[in-house]
């Protein structure tokens, strides 16, 4: 009897110590709760992807010796990053901070993976743009500090334009249409855009048109996927489709770069950060690009789409969540380091102090010297604010980037795609017990 | 024969059984220590993971009106299996690694077998170039191998396709009815090596002298091989046979570095695909279901086969 409890209490000693190694391991890479107090400095992790993010953080810690910031590199949401913050925060050793898209703020409140700073927050509601402050603010509880909104624009060839016999860049959809139709008949294998399969960009076509996706009404949500305004912009693109019309190259892909410098792709509808991408990704062509507003339903009335923006949100199990919010809100509204978000990251700042960030002004050498963050300003006064994401927004755009993909290669259909992920989004939310309207 | 062996070794060692029990007290502690480095992580990373998995795959987080606040976790006993395989995306899945399983695993064991076969042949010439050759696609990254393979076949960057067009075909490999191939080739490709070393080896052990005497009466290289080898090597090919099966169960890597340049390939294109696609989603309930799932089959398959050549072995 002796002797099994002296190896019980040897077994427990080992799995007692294992348990202390991976606390450990866990504890450095995760929580700053427990190393927070020592010395009077407040120690935050923050988890991110966007590049010169760092560049802020490292700026904060120079002028704030009370905070410090650790800034950790994840991949970028929908390729792992957020999976990484859900699970830590499951876990209970997730960061303070972490870079969160609106888009995807809701489904991390759904999980419970947020901090409630409501109460070290309100101060700096009057600094941003009221809608992004809606988009942090979930039920009346805010979650973080908006960082940019993404206003969409047709960034282009103006050389090929010009080749191809287009003398403007198109201002309607018709237009577009018409253009897509003229190069693909002056050449096969070149084509005016390209249809990827970026379920958010799709998202930002939608909200130009006003066909929202989720909806809130009382205490259910409302799923519109399906509804007429969204099959509109469906079938426009399911068109342009079926004349195979476009190139339908995956987005963000090396093929799409590929086909972008050697021309045979001569535009993409995309959001002001794609901007410094497309830069940096097409290697031939730099200096004969430009950026045009995007095309719109209705040139009398236009009314412009937006794809991303995302805030700095402080995370369930924060222990200095007011140094947190602190922090959040500083790299948000402080001149140098909106300045450094803009050049760097290519942001269109959140905060309406940043809209006269000098860094807005500066030529840029890719787009031929033109001031692109001009067209982006232009457009913002014209880009609907109450669009709602949803609570399974993770699952609605993985299905909606399927279909997309597939609508590509002609498996499926643009709207027959919408028609199928609205059914399983709803079926998806009820199994949740979710109250949901419509089926 | 190994049931004889049993039935040999039963009764002695049921006597030192006997023996054995006296002398328990004392052994115990040296005992416990030396099967503590085993099986202490043996539970911790083996045990506790499934026992977990099966545990989550039992429950389902709970919300209400528009949820969002944090869910409360509910006992649901079965209910996800019942969803899992109601879903028709993951039935598809199942079914798809199943058909691919179908025809590759064949093909590459018979591919590795005939490699094995010619490697092991007197008249072959540079069996060591051969064998390294054959044998370095396994030791390349299976990830590395497949974003590889991802820019041979992408539509626009292919030189495959390229090289095809130029004869005049119009090839497009990761087309809807080109992905299930391409995806086969992409696994031949990295694992033909690694089974044909095994059975390779296999070949190694058969003793020299029963190809010497088949020879002195007057069989083929053919026949040797047919008659000889082949029916020696039965359990390498099994044993390849079993962790192919596994292999593809657990289909990944392949589909999922291919779907950055087929965005057609959906999210729930293999079983293991679609469960850390639940994952994504923040539902690990449905994705340990699924994972439950996924082993519960590839188990009955791997087991079922081996059920099926030890009978078919013991008819003949």
Known sequence: MKARSHSLAAALAVLTAAAVVTGCSSGSSGTSDSAGASGGVVKLDFWGWAPGYDQSVALFNQTHPNIQVTFDKTASGGKGGYTKMLTAAKAGNAPCLAQVGYETLPSFAAAGALTDVTKYAGDAKSQFADWTWKQVTISGQTYGIPVDTAPMALMYRKDLFAKYGIDKPP??????????????????????????????????????????????????????????????????????????LLKTDPSYAPSLYADMGSGKVLSDVNAVWDAPIIASSVKDGAGQWAVAPMPVWDAANPAYGNDGGSATAVLKGCGHAKEATEFATWMSTNADSVSNLIKVTGIYPAATSGLGNPALAAPDTFYGGQTIFDVFKAETPHISTDWTWGPTMTQTATDVGDGLGQAGTGGTTVPNMLGAVQGKTVAAMKQQGLSVAGG | MTTALHERTAGPARAAGARRTGRRRRRGRPVALFLAPFLIPFAAFYLAPIGYTLYQS?????????????????????????????????????????LIGLVQVPLMLLFALGLALLLDAKSTLFKRVFRLAFFLPYALPGVVGAIMWSYLVAPGLSPITTAAHHLGLHLNLTSDAMLAPTIGNMLTWGWTGYNMLIIYSALQAIPAELSEAATMDGCSAWGIAWRIKVPLVRPALVLTTVF????????????????????????????????????????????ATESVILALLAFVLSFGFLKLVQRKGAAL
Not at chain 1, 191 to 220: C, I, K, M, R, V
Not at chain 2, 76 to 87: E, I, K, R, S
Not at chain 2, 270 to 278: M, Q, R
Request: proline share 3%; no cysteine.
């Open chain 1, 171 to 244: 201002v309607t959809w018709d237009e577009y249409a018409a253009d897509a139709a003229k190069v693909h008949a002056a050449d096969p294998t070149v084509y005016l855009g390209d249809f990827g399969n970026d379920s958010y960009n799709y998202a930002g076509l939608a909200w130009q048109a006003g066909a929202g996706w989720f909806g809130t009404s009382g205490d259910q949500w409302q799923v519109t996927l399906n509804s007429a305004a969204n099959q509109k912009v469906a079938g426009y693109w399911q068109g342009l489709l079926d004349k195979k």
């Open chain 2, 244 to 287: 192919s099966i596994i292999g593809t169960a657990q289909l990944y890597n392949e589909p999922a570095i291919l779907h950055n340049v087929a965005p057609n390939l959906s999210s729930t294109y293999t079983p293991i695909y679609a469960a850390y696609d639940a994952v994504n989603a923040d539902n690990f309930n449905a994705a």
């Open chain 2, 58 to 98: 039992l429950f389902r987080m709970h919300r209400s009106g528009l949820g969002l606040t944090a869910p409360t976790q509910v006992f649901v006993g079965l209910a996800n299996y019942a969803t899992a395989l109601g879903d028709a995306d993951f039935r598809g899945s199942l079914l798809r690694v199943l």
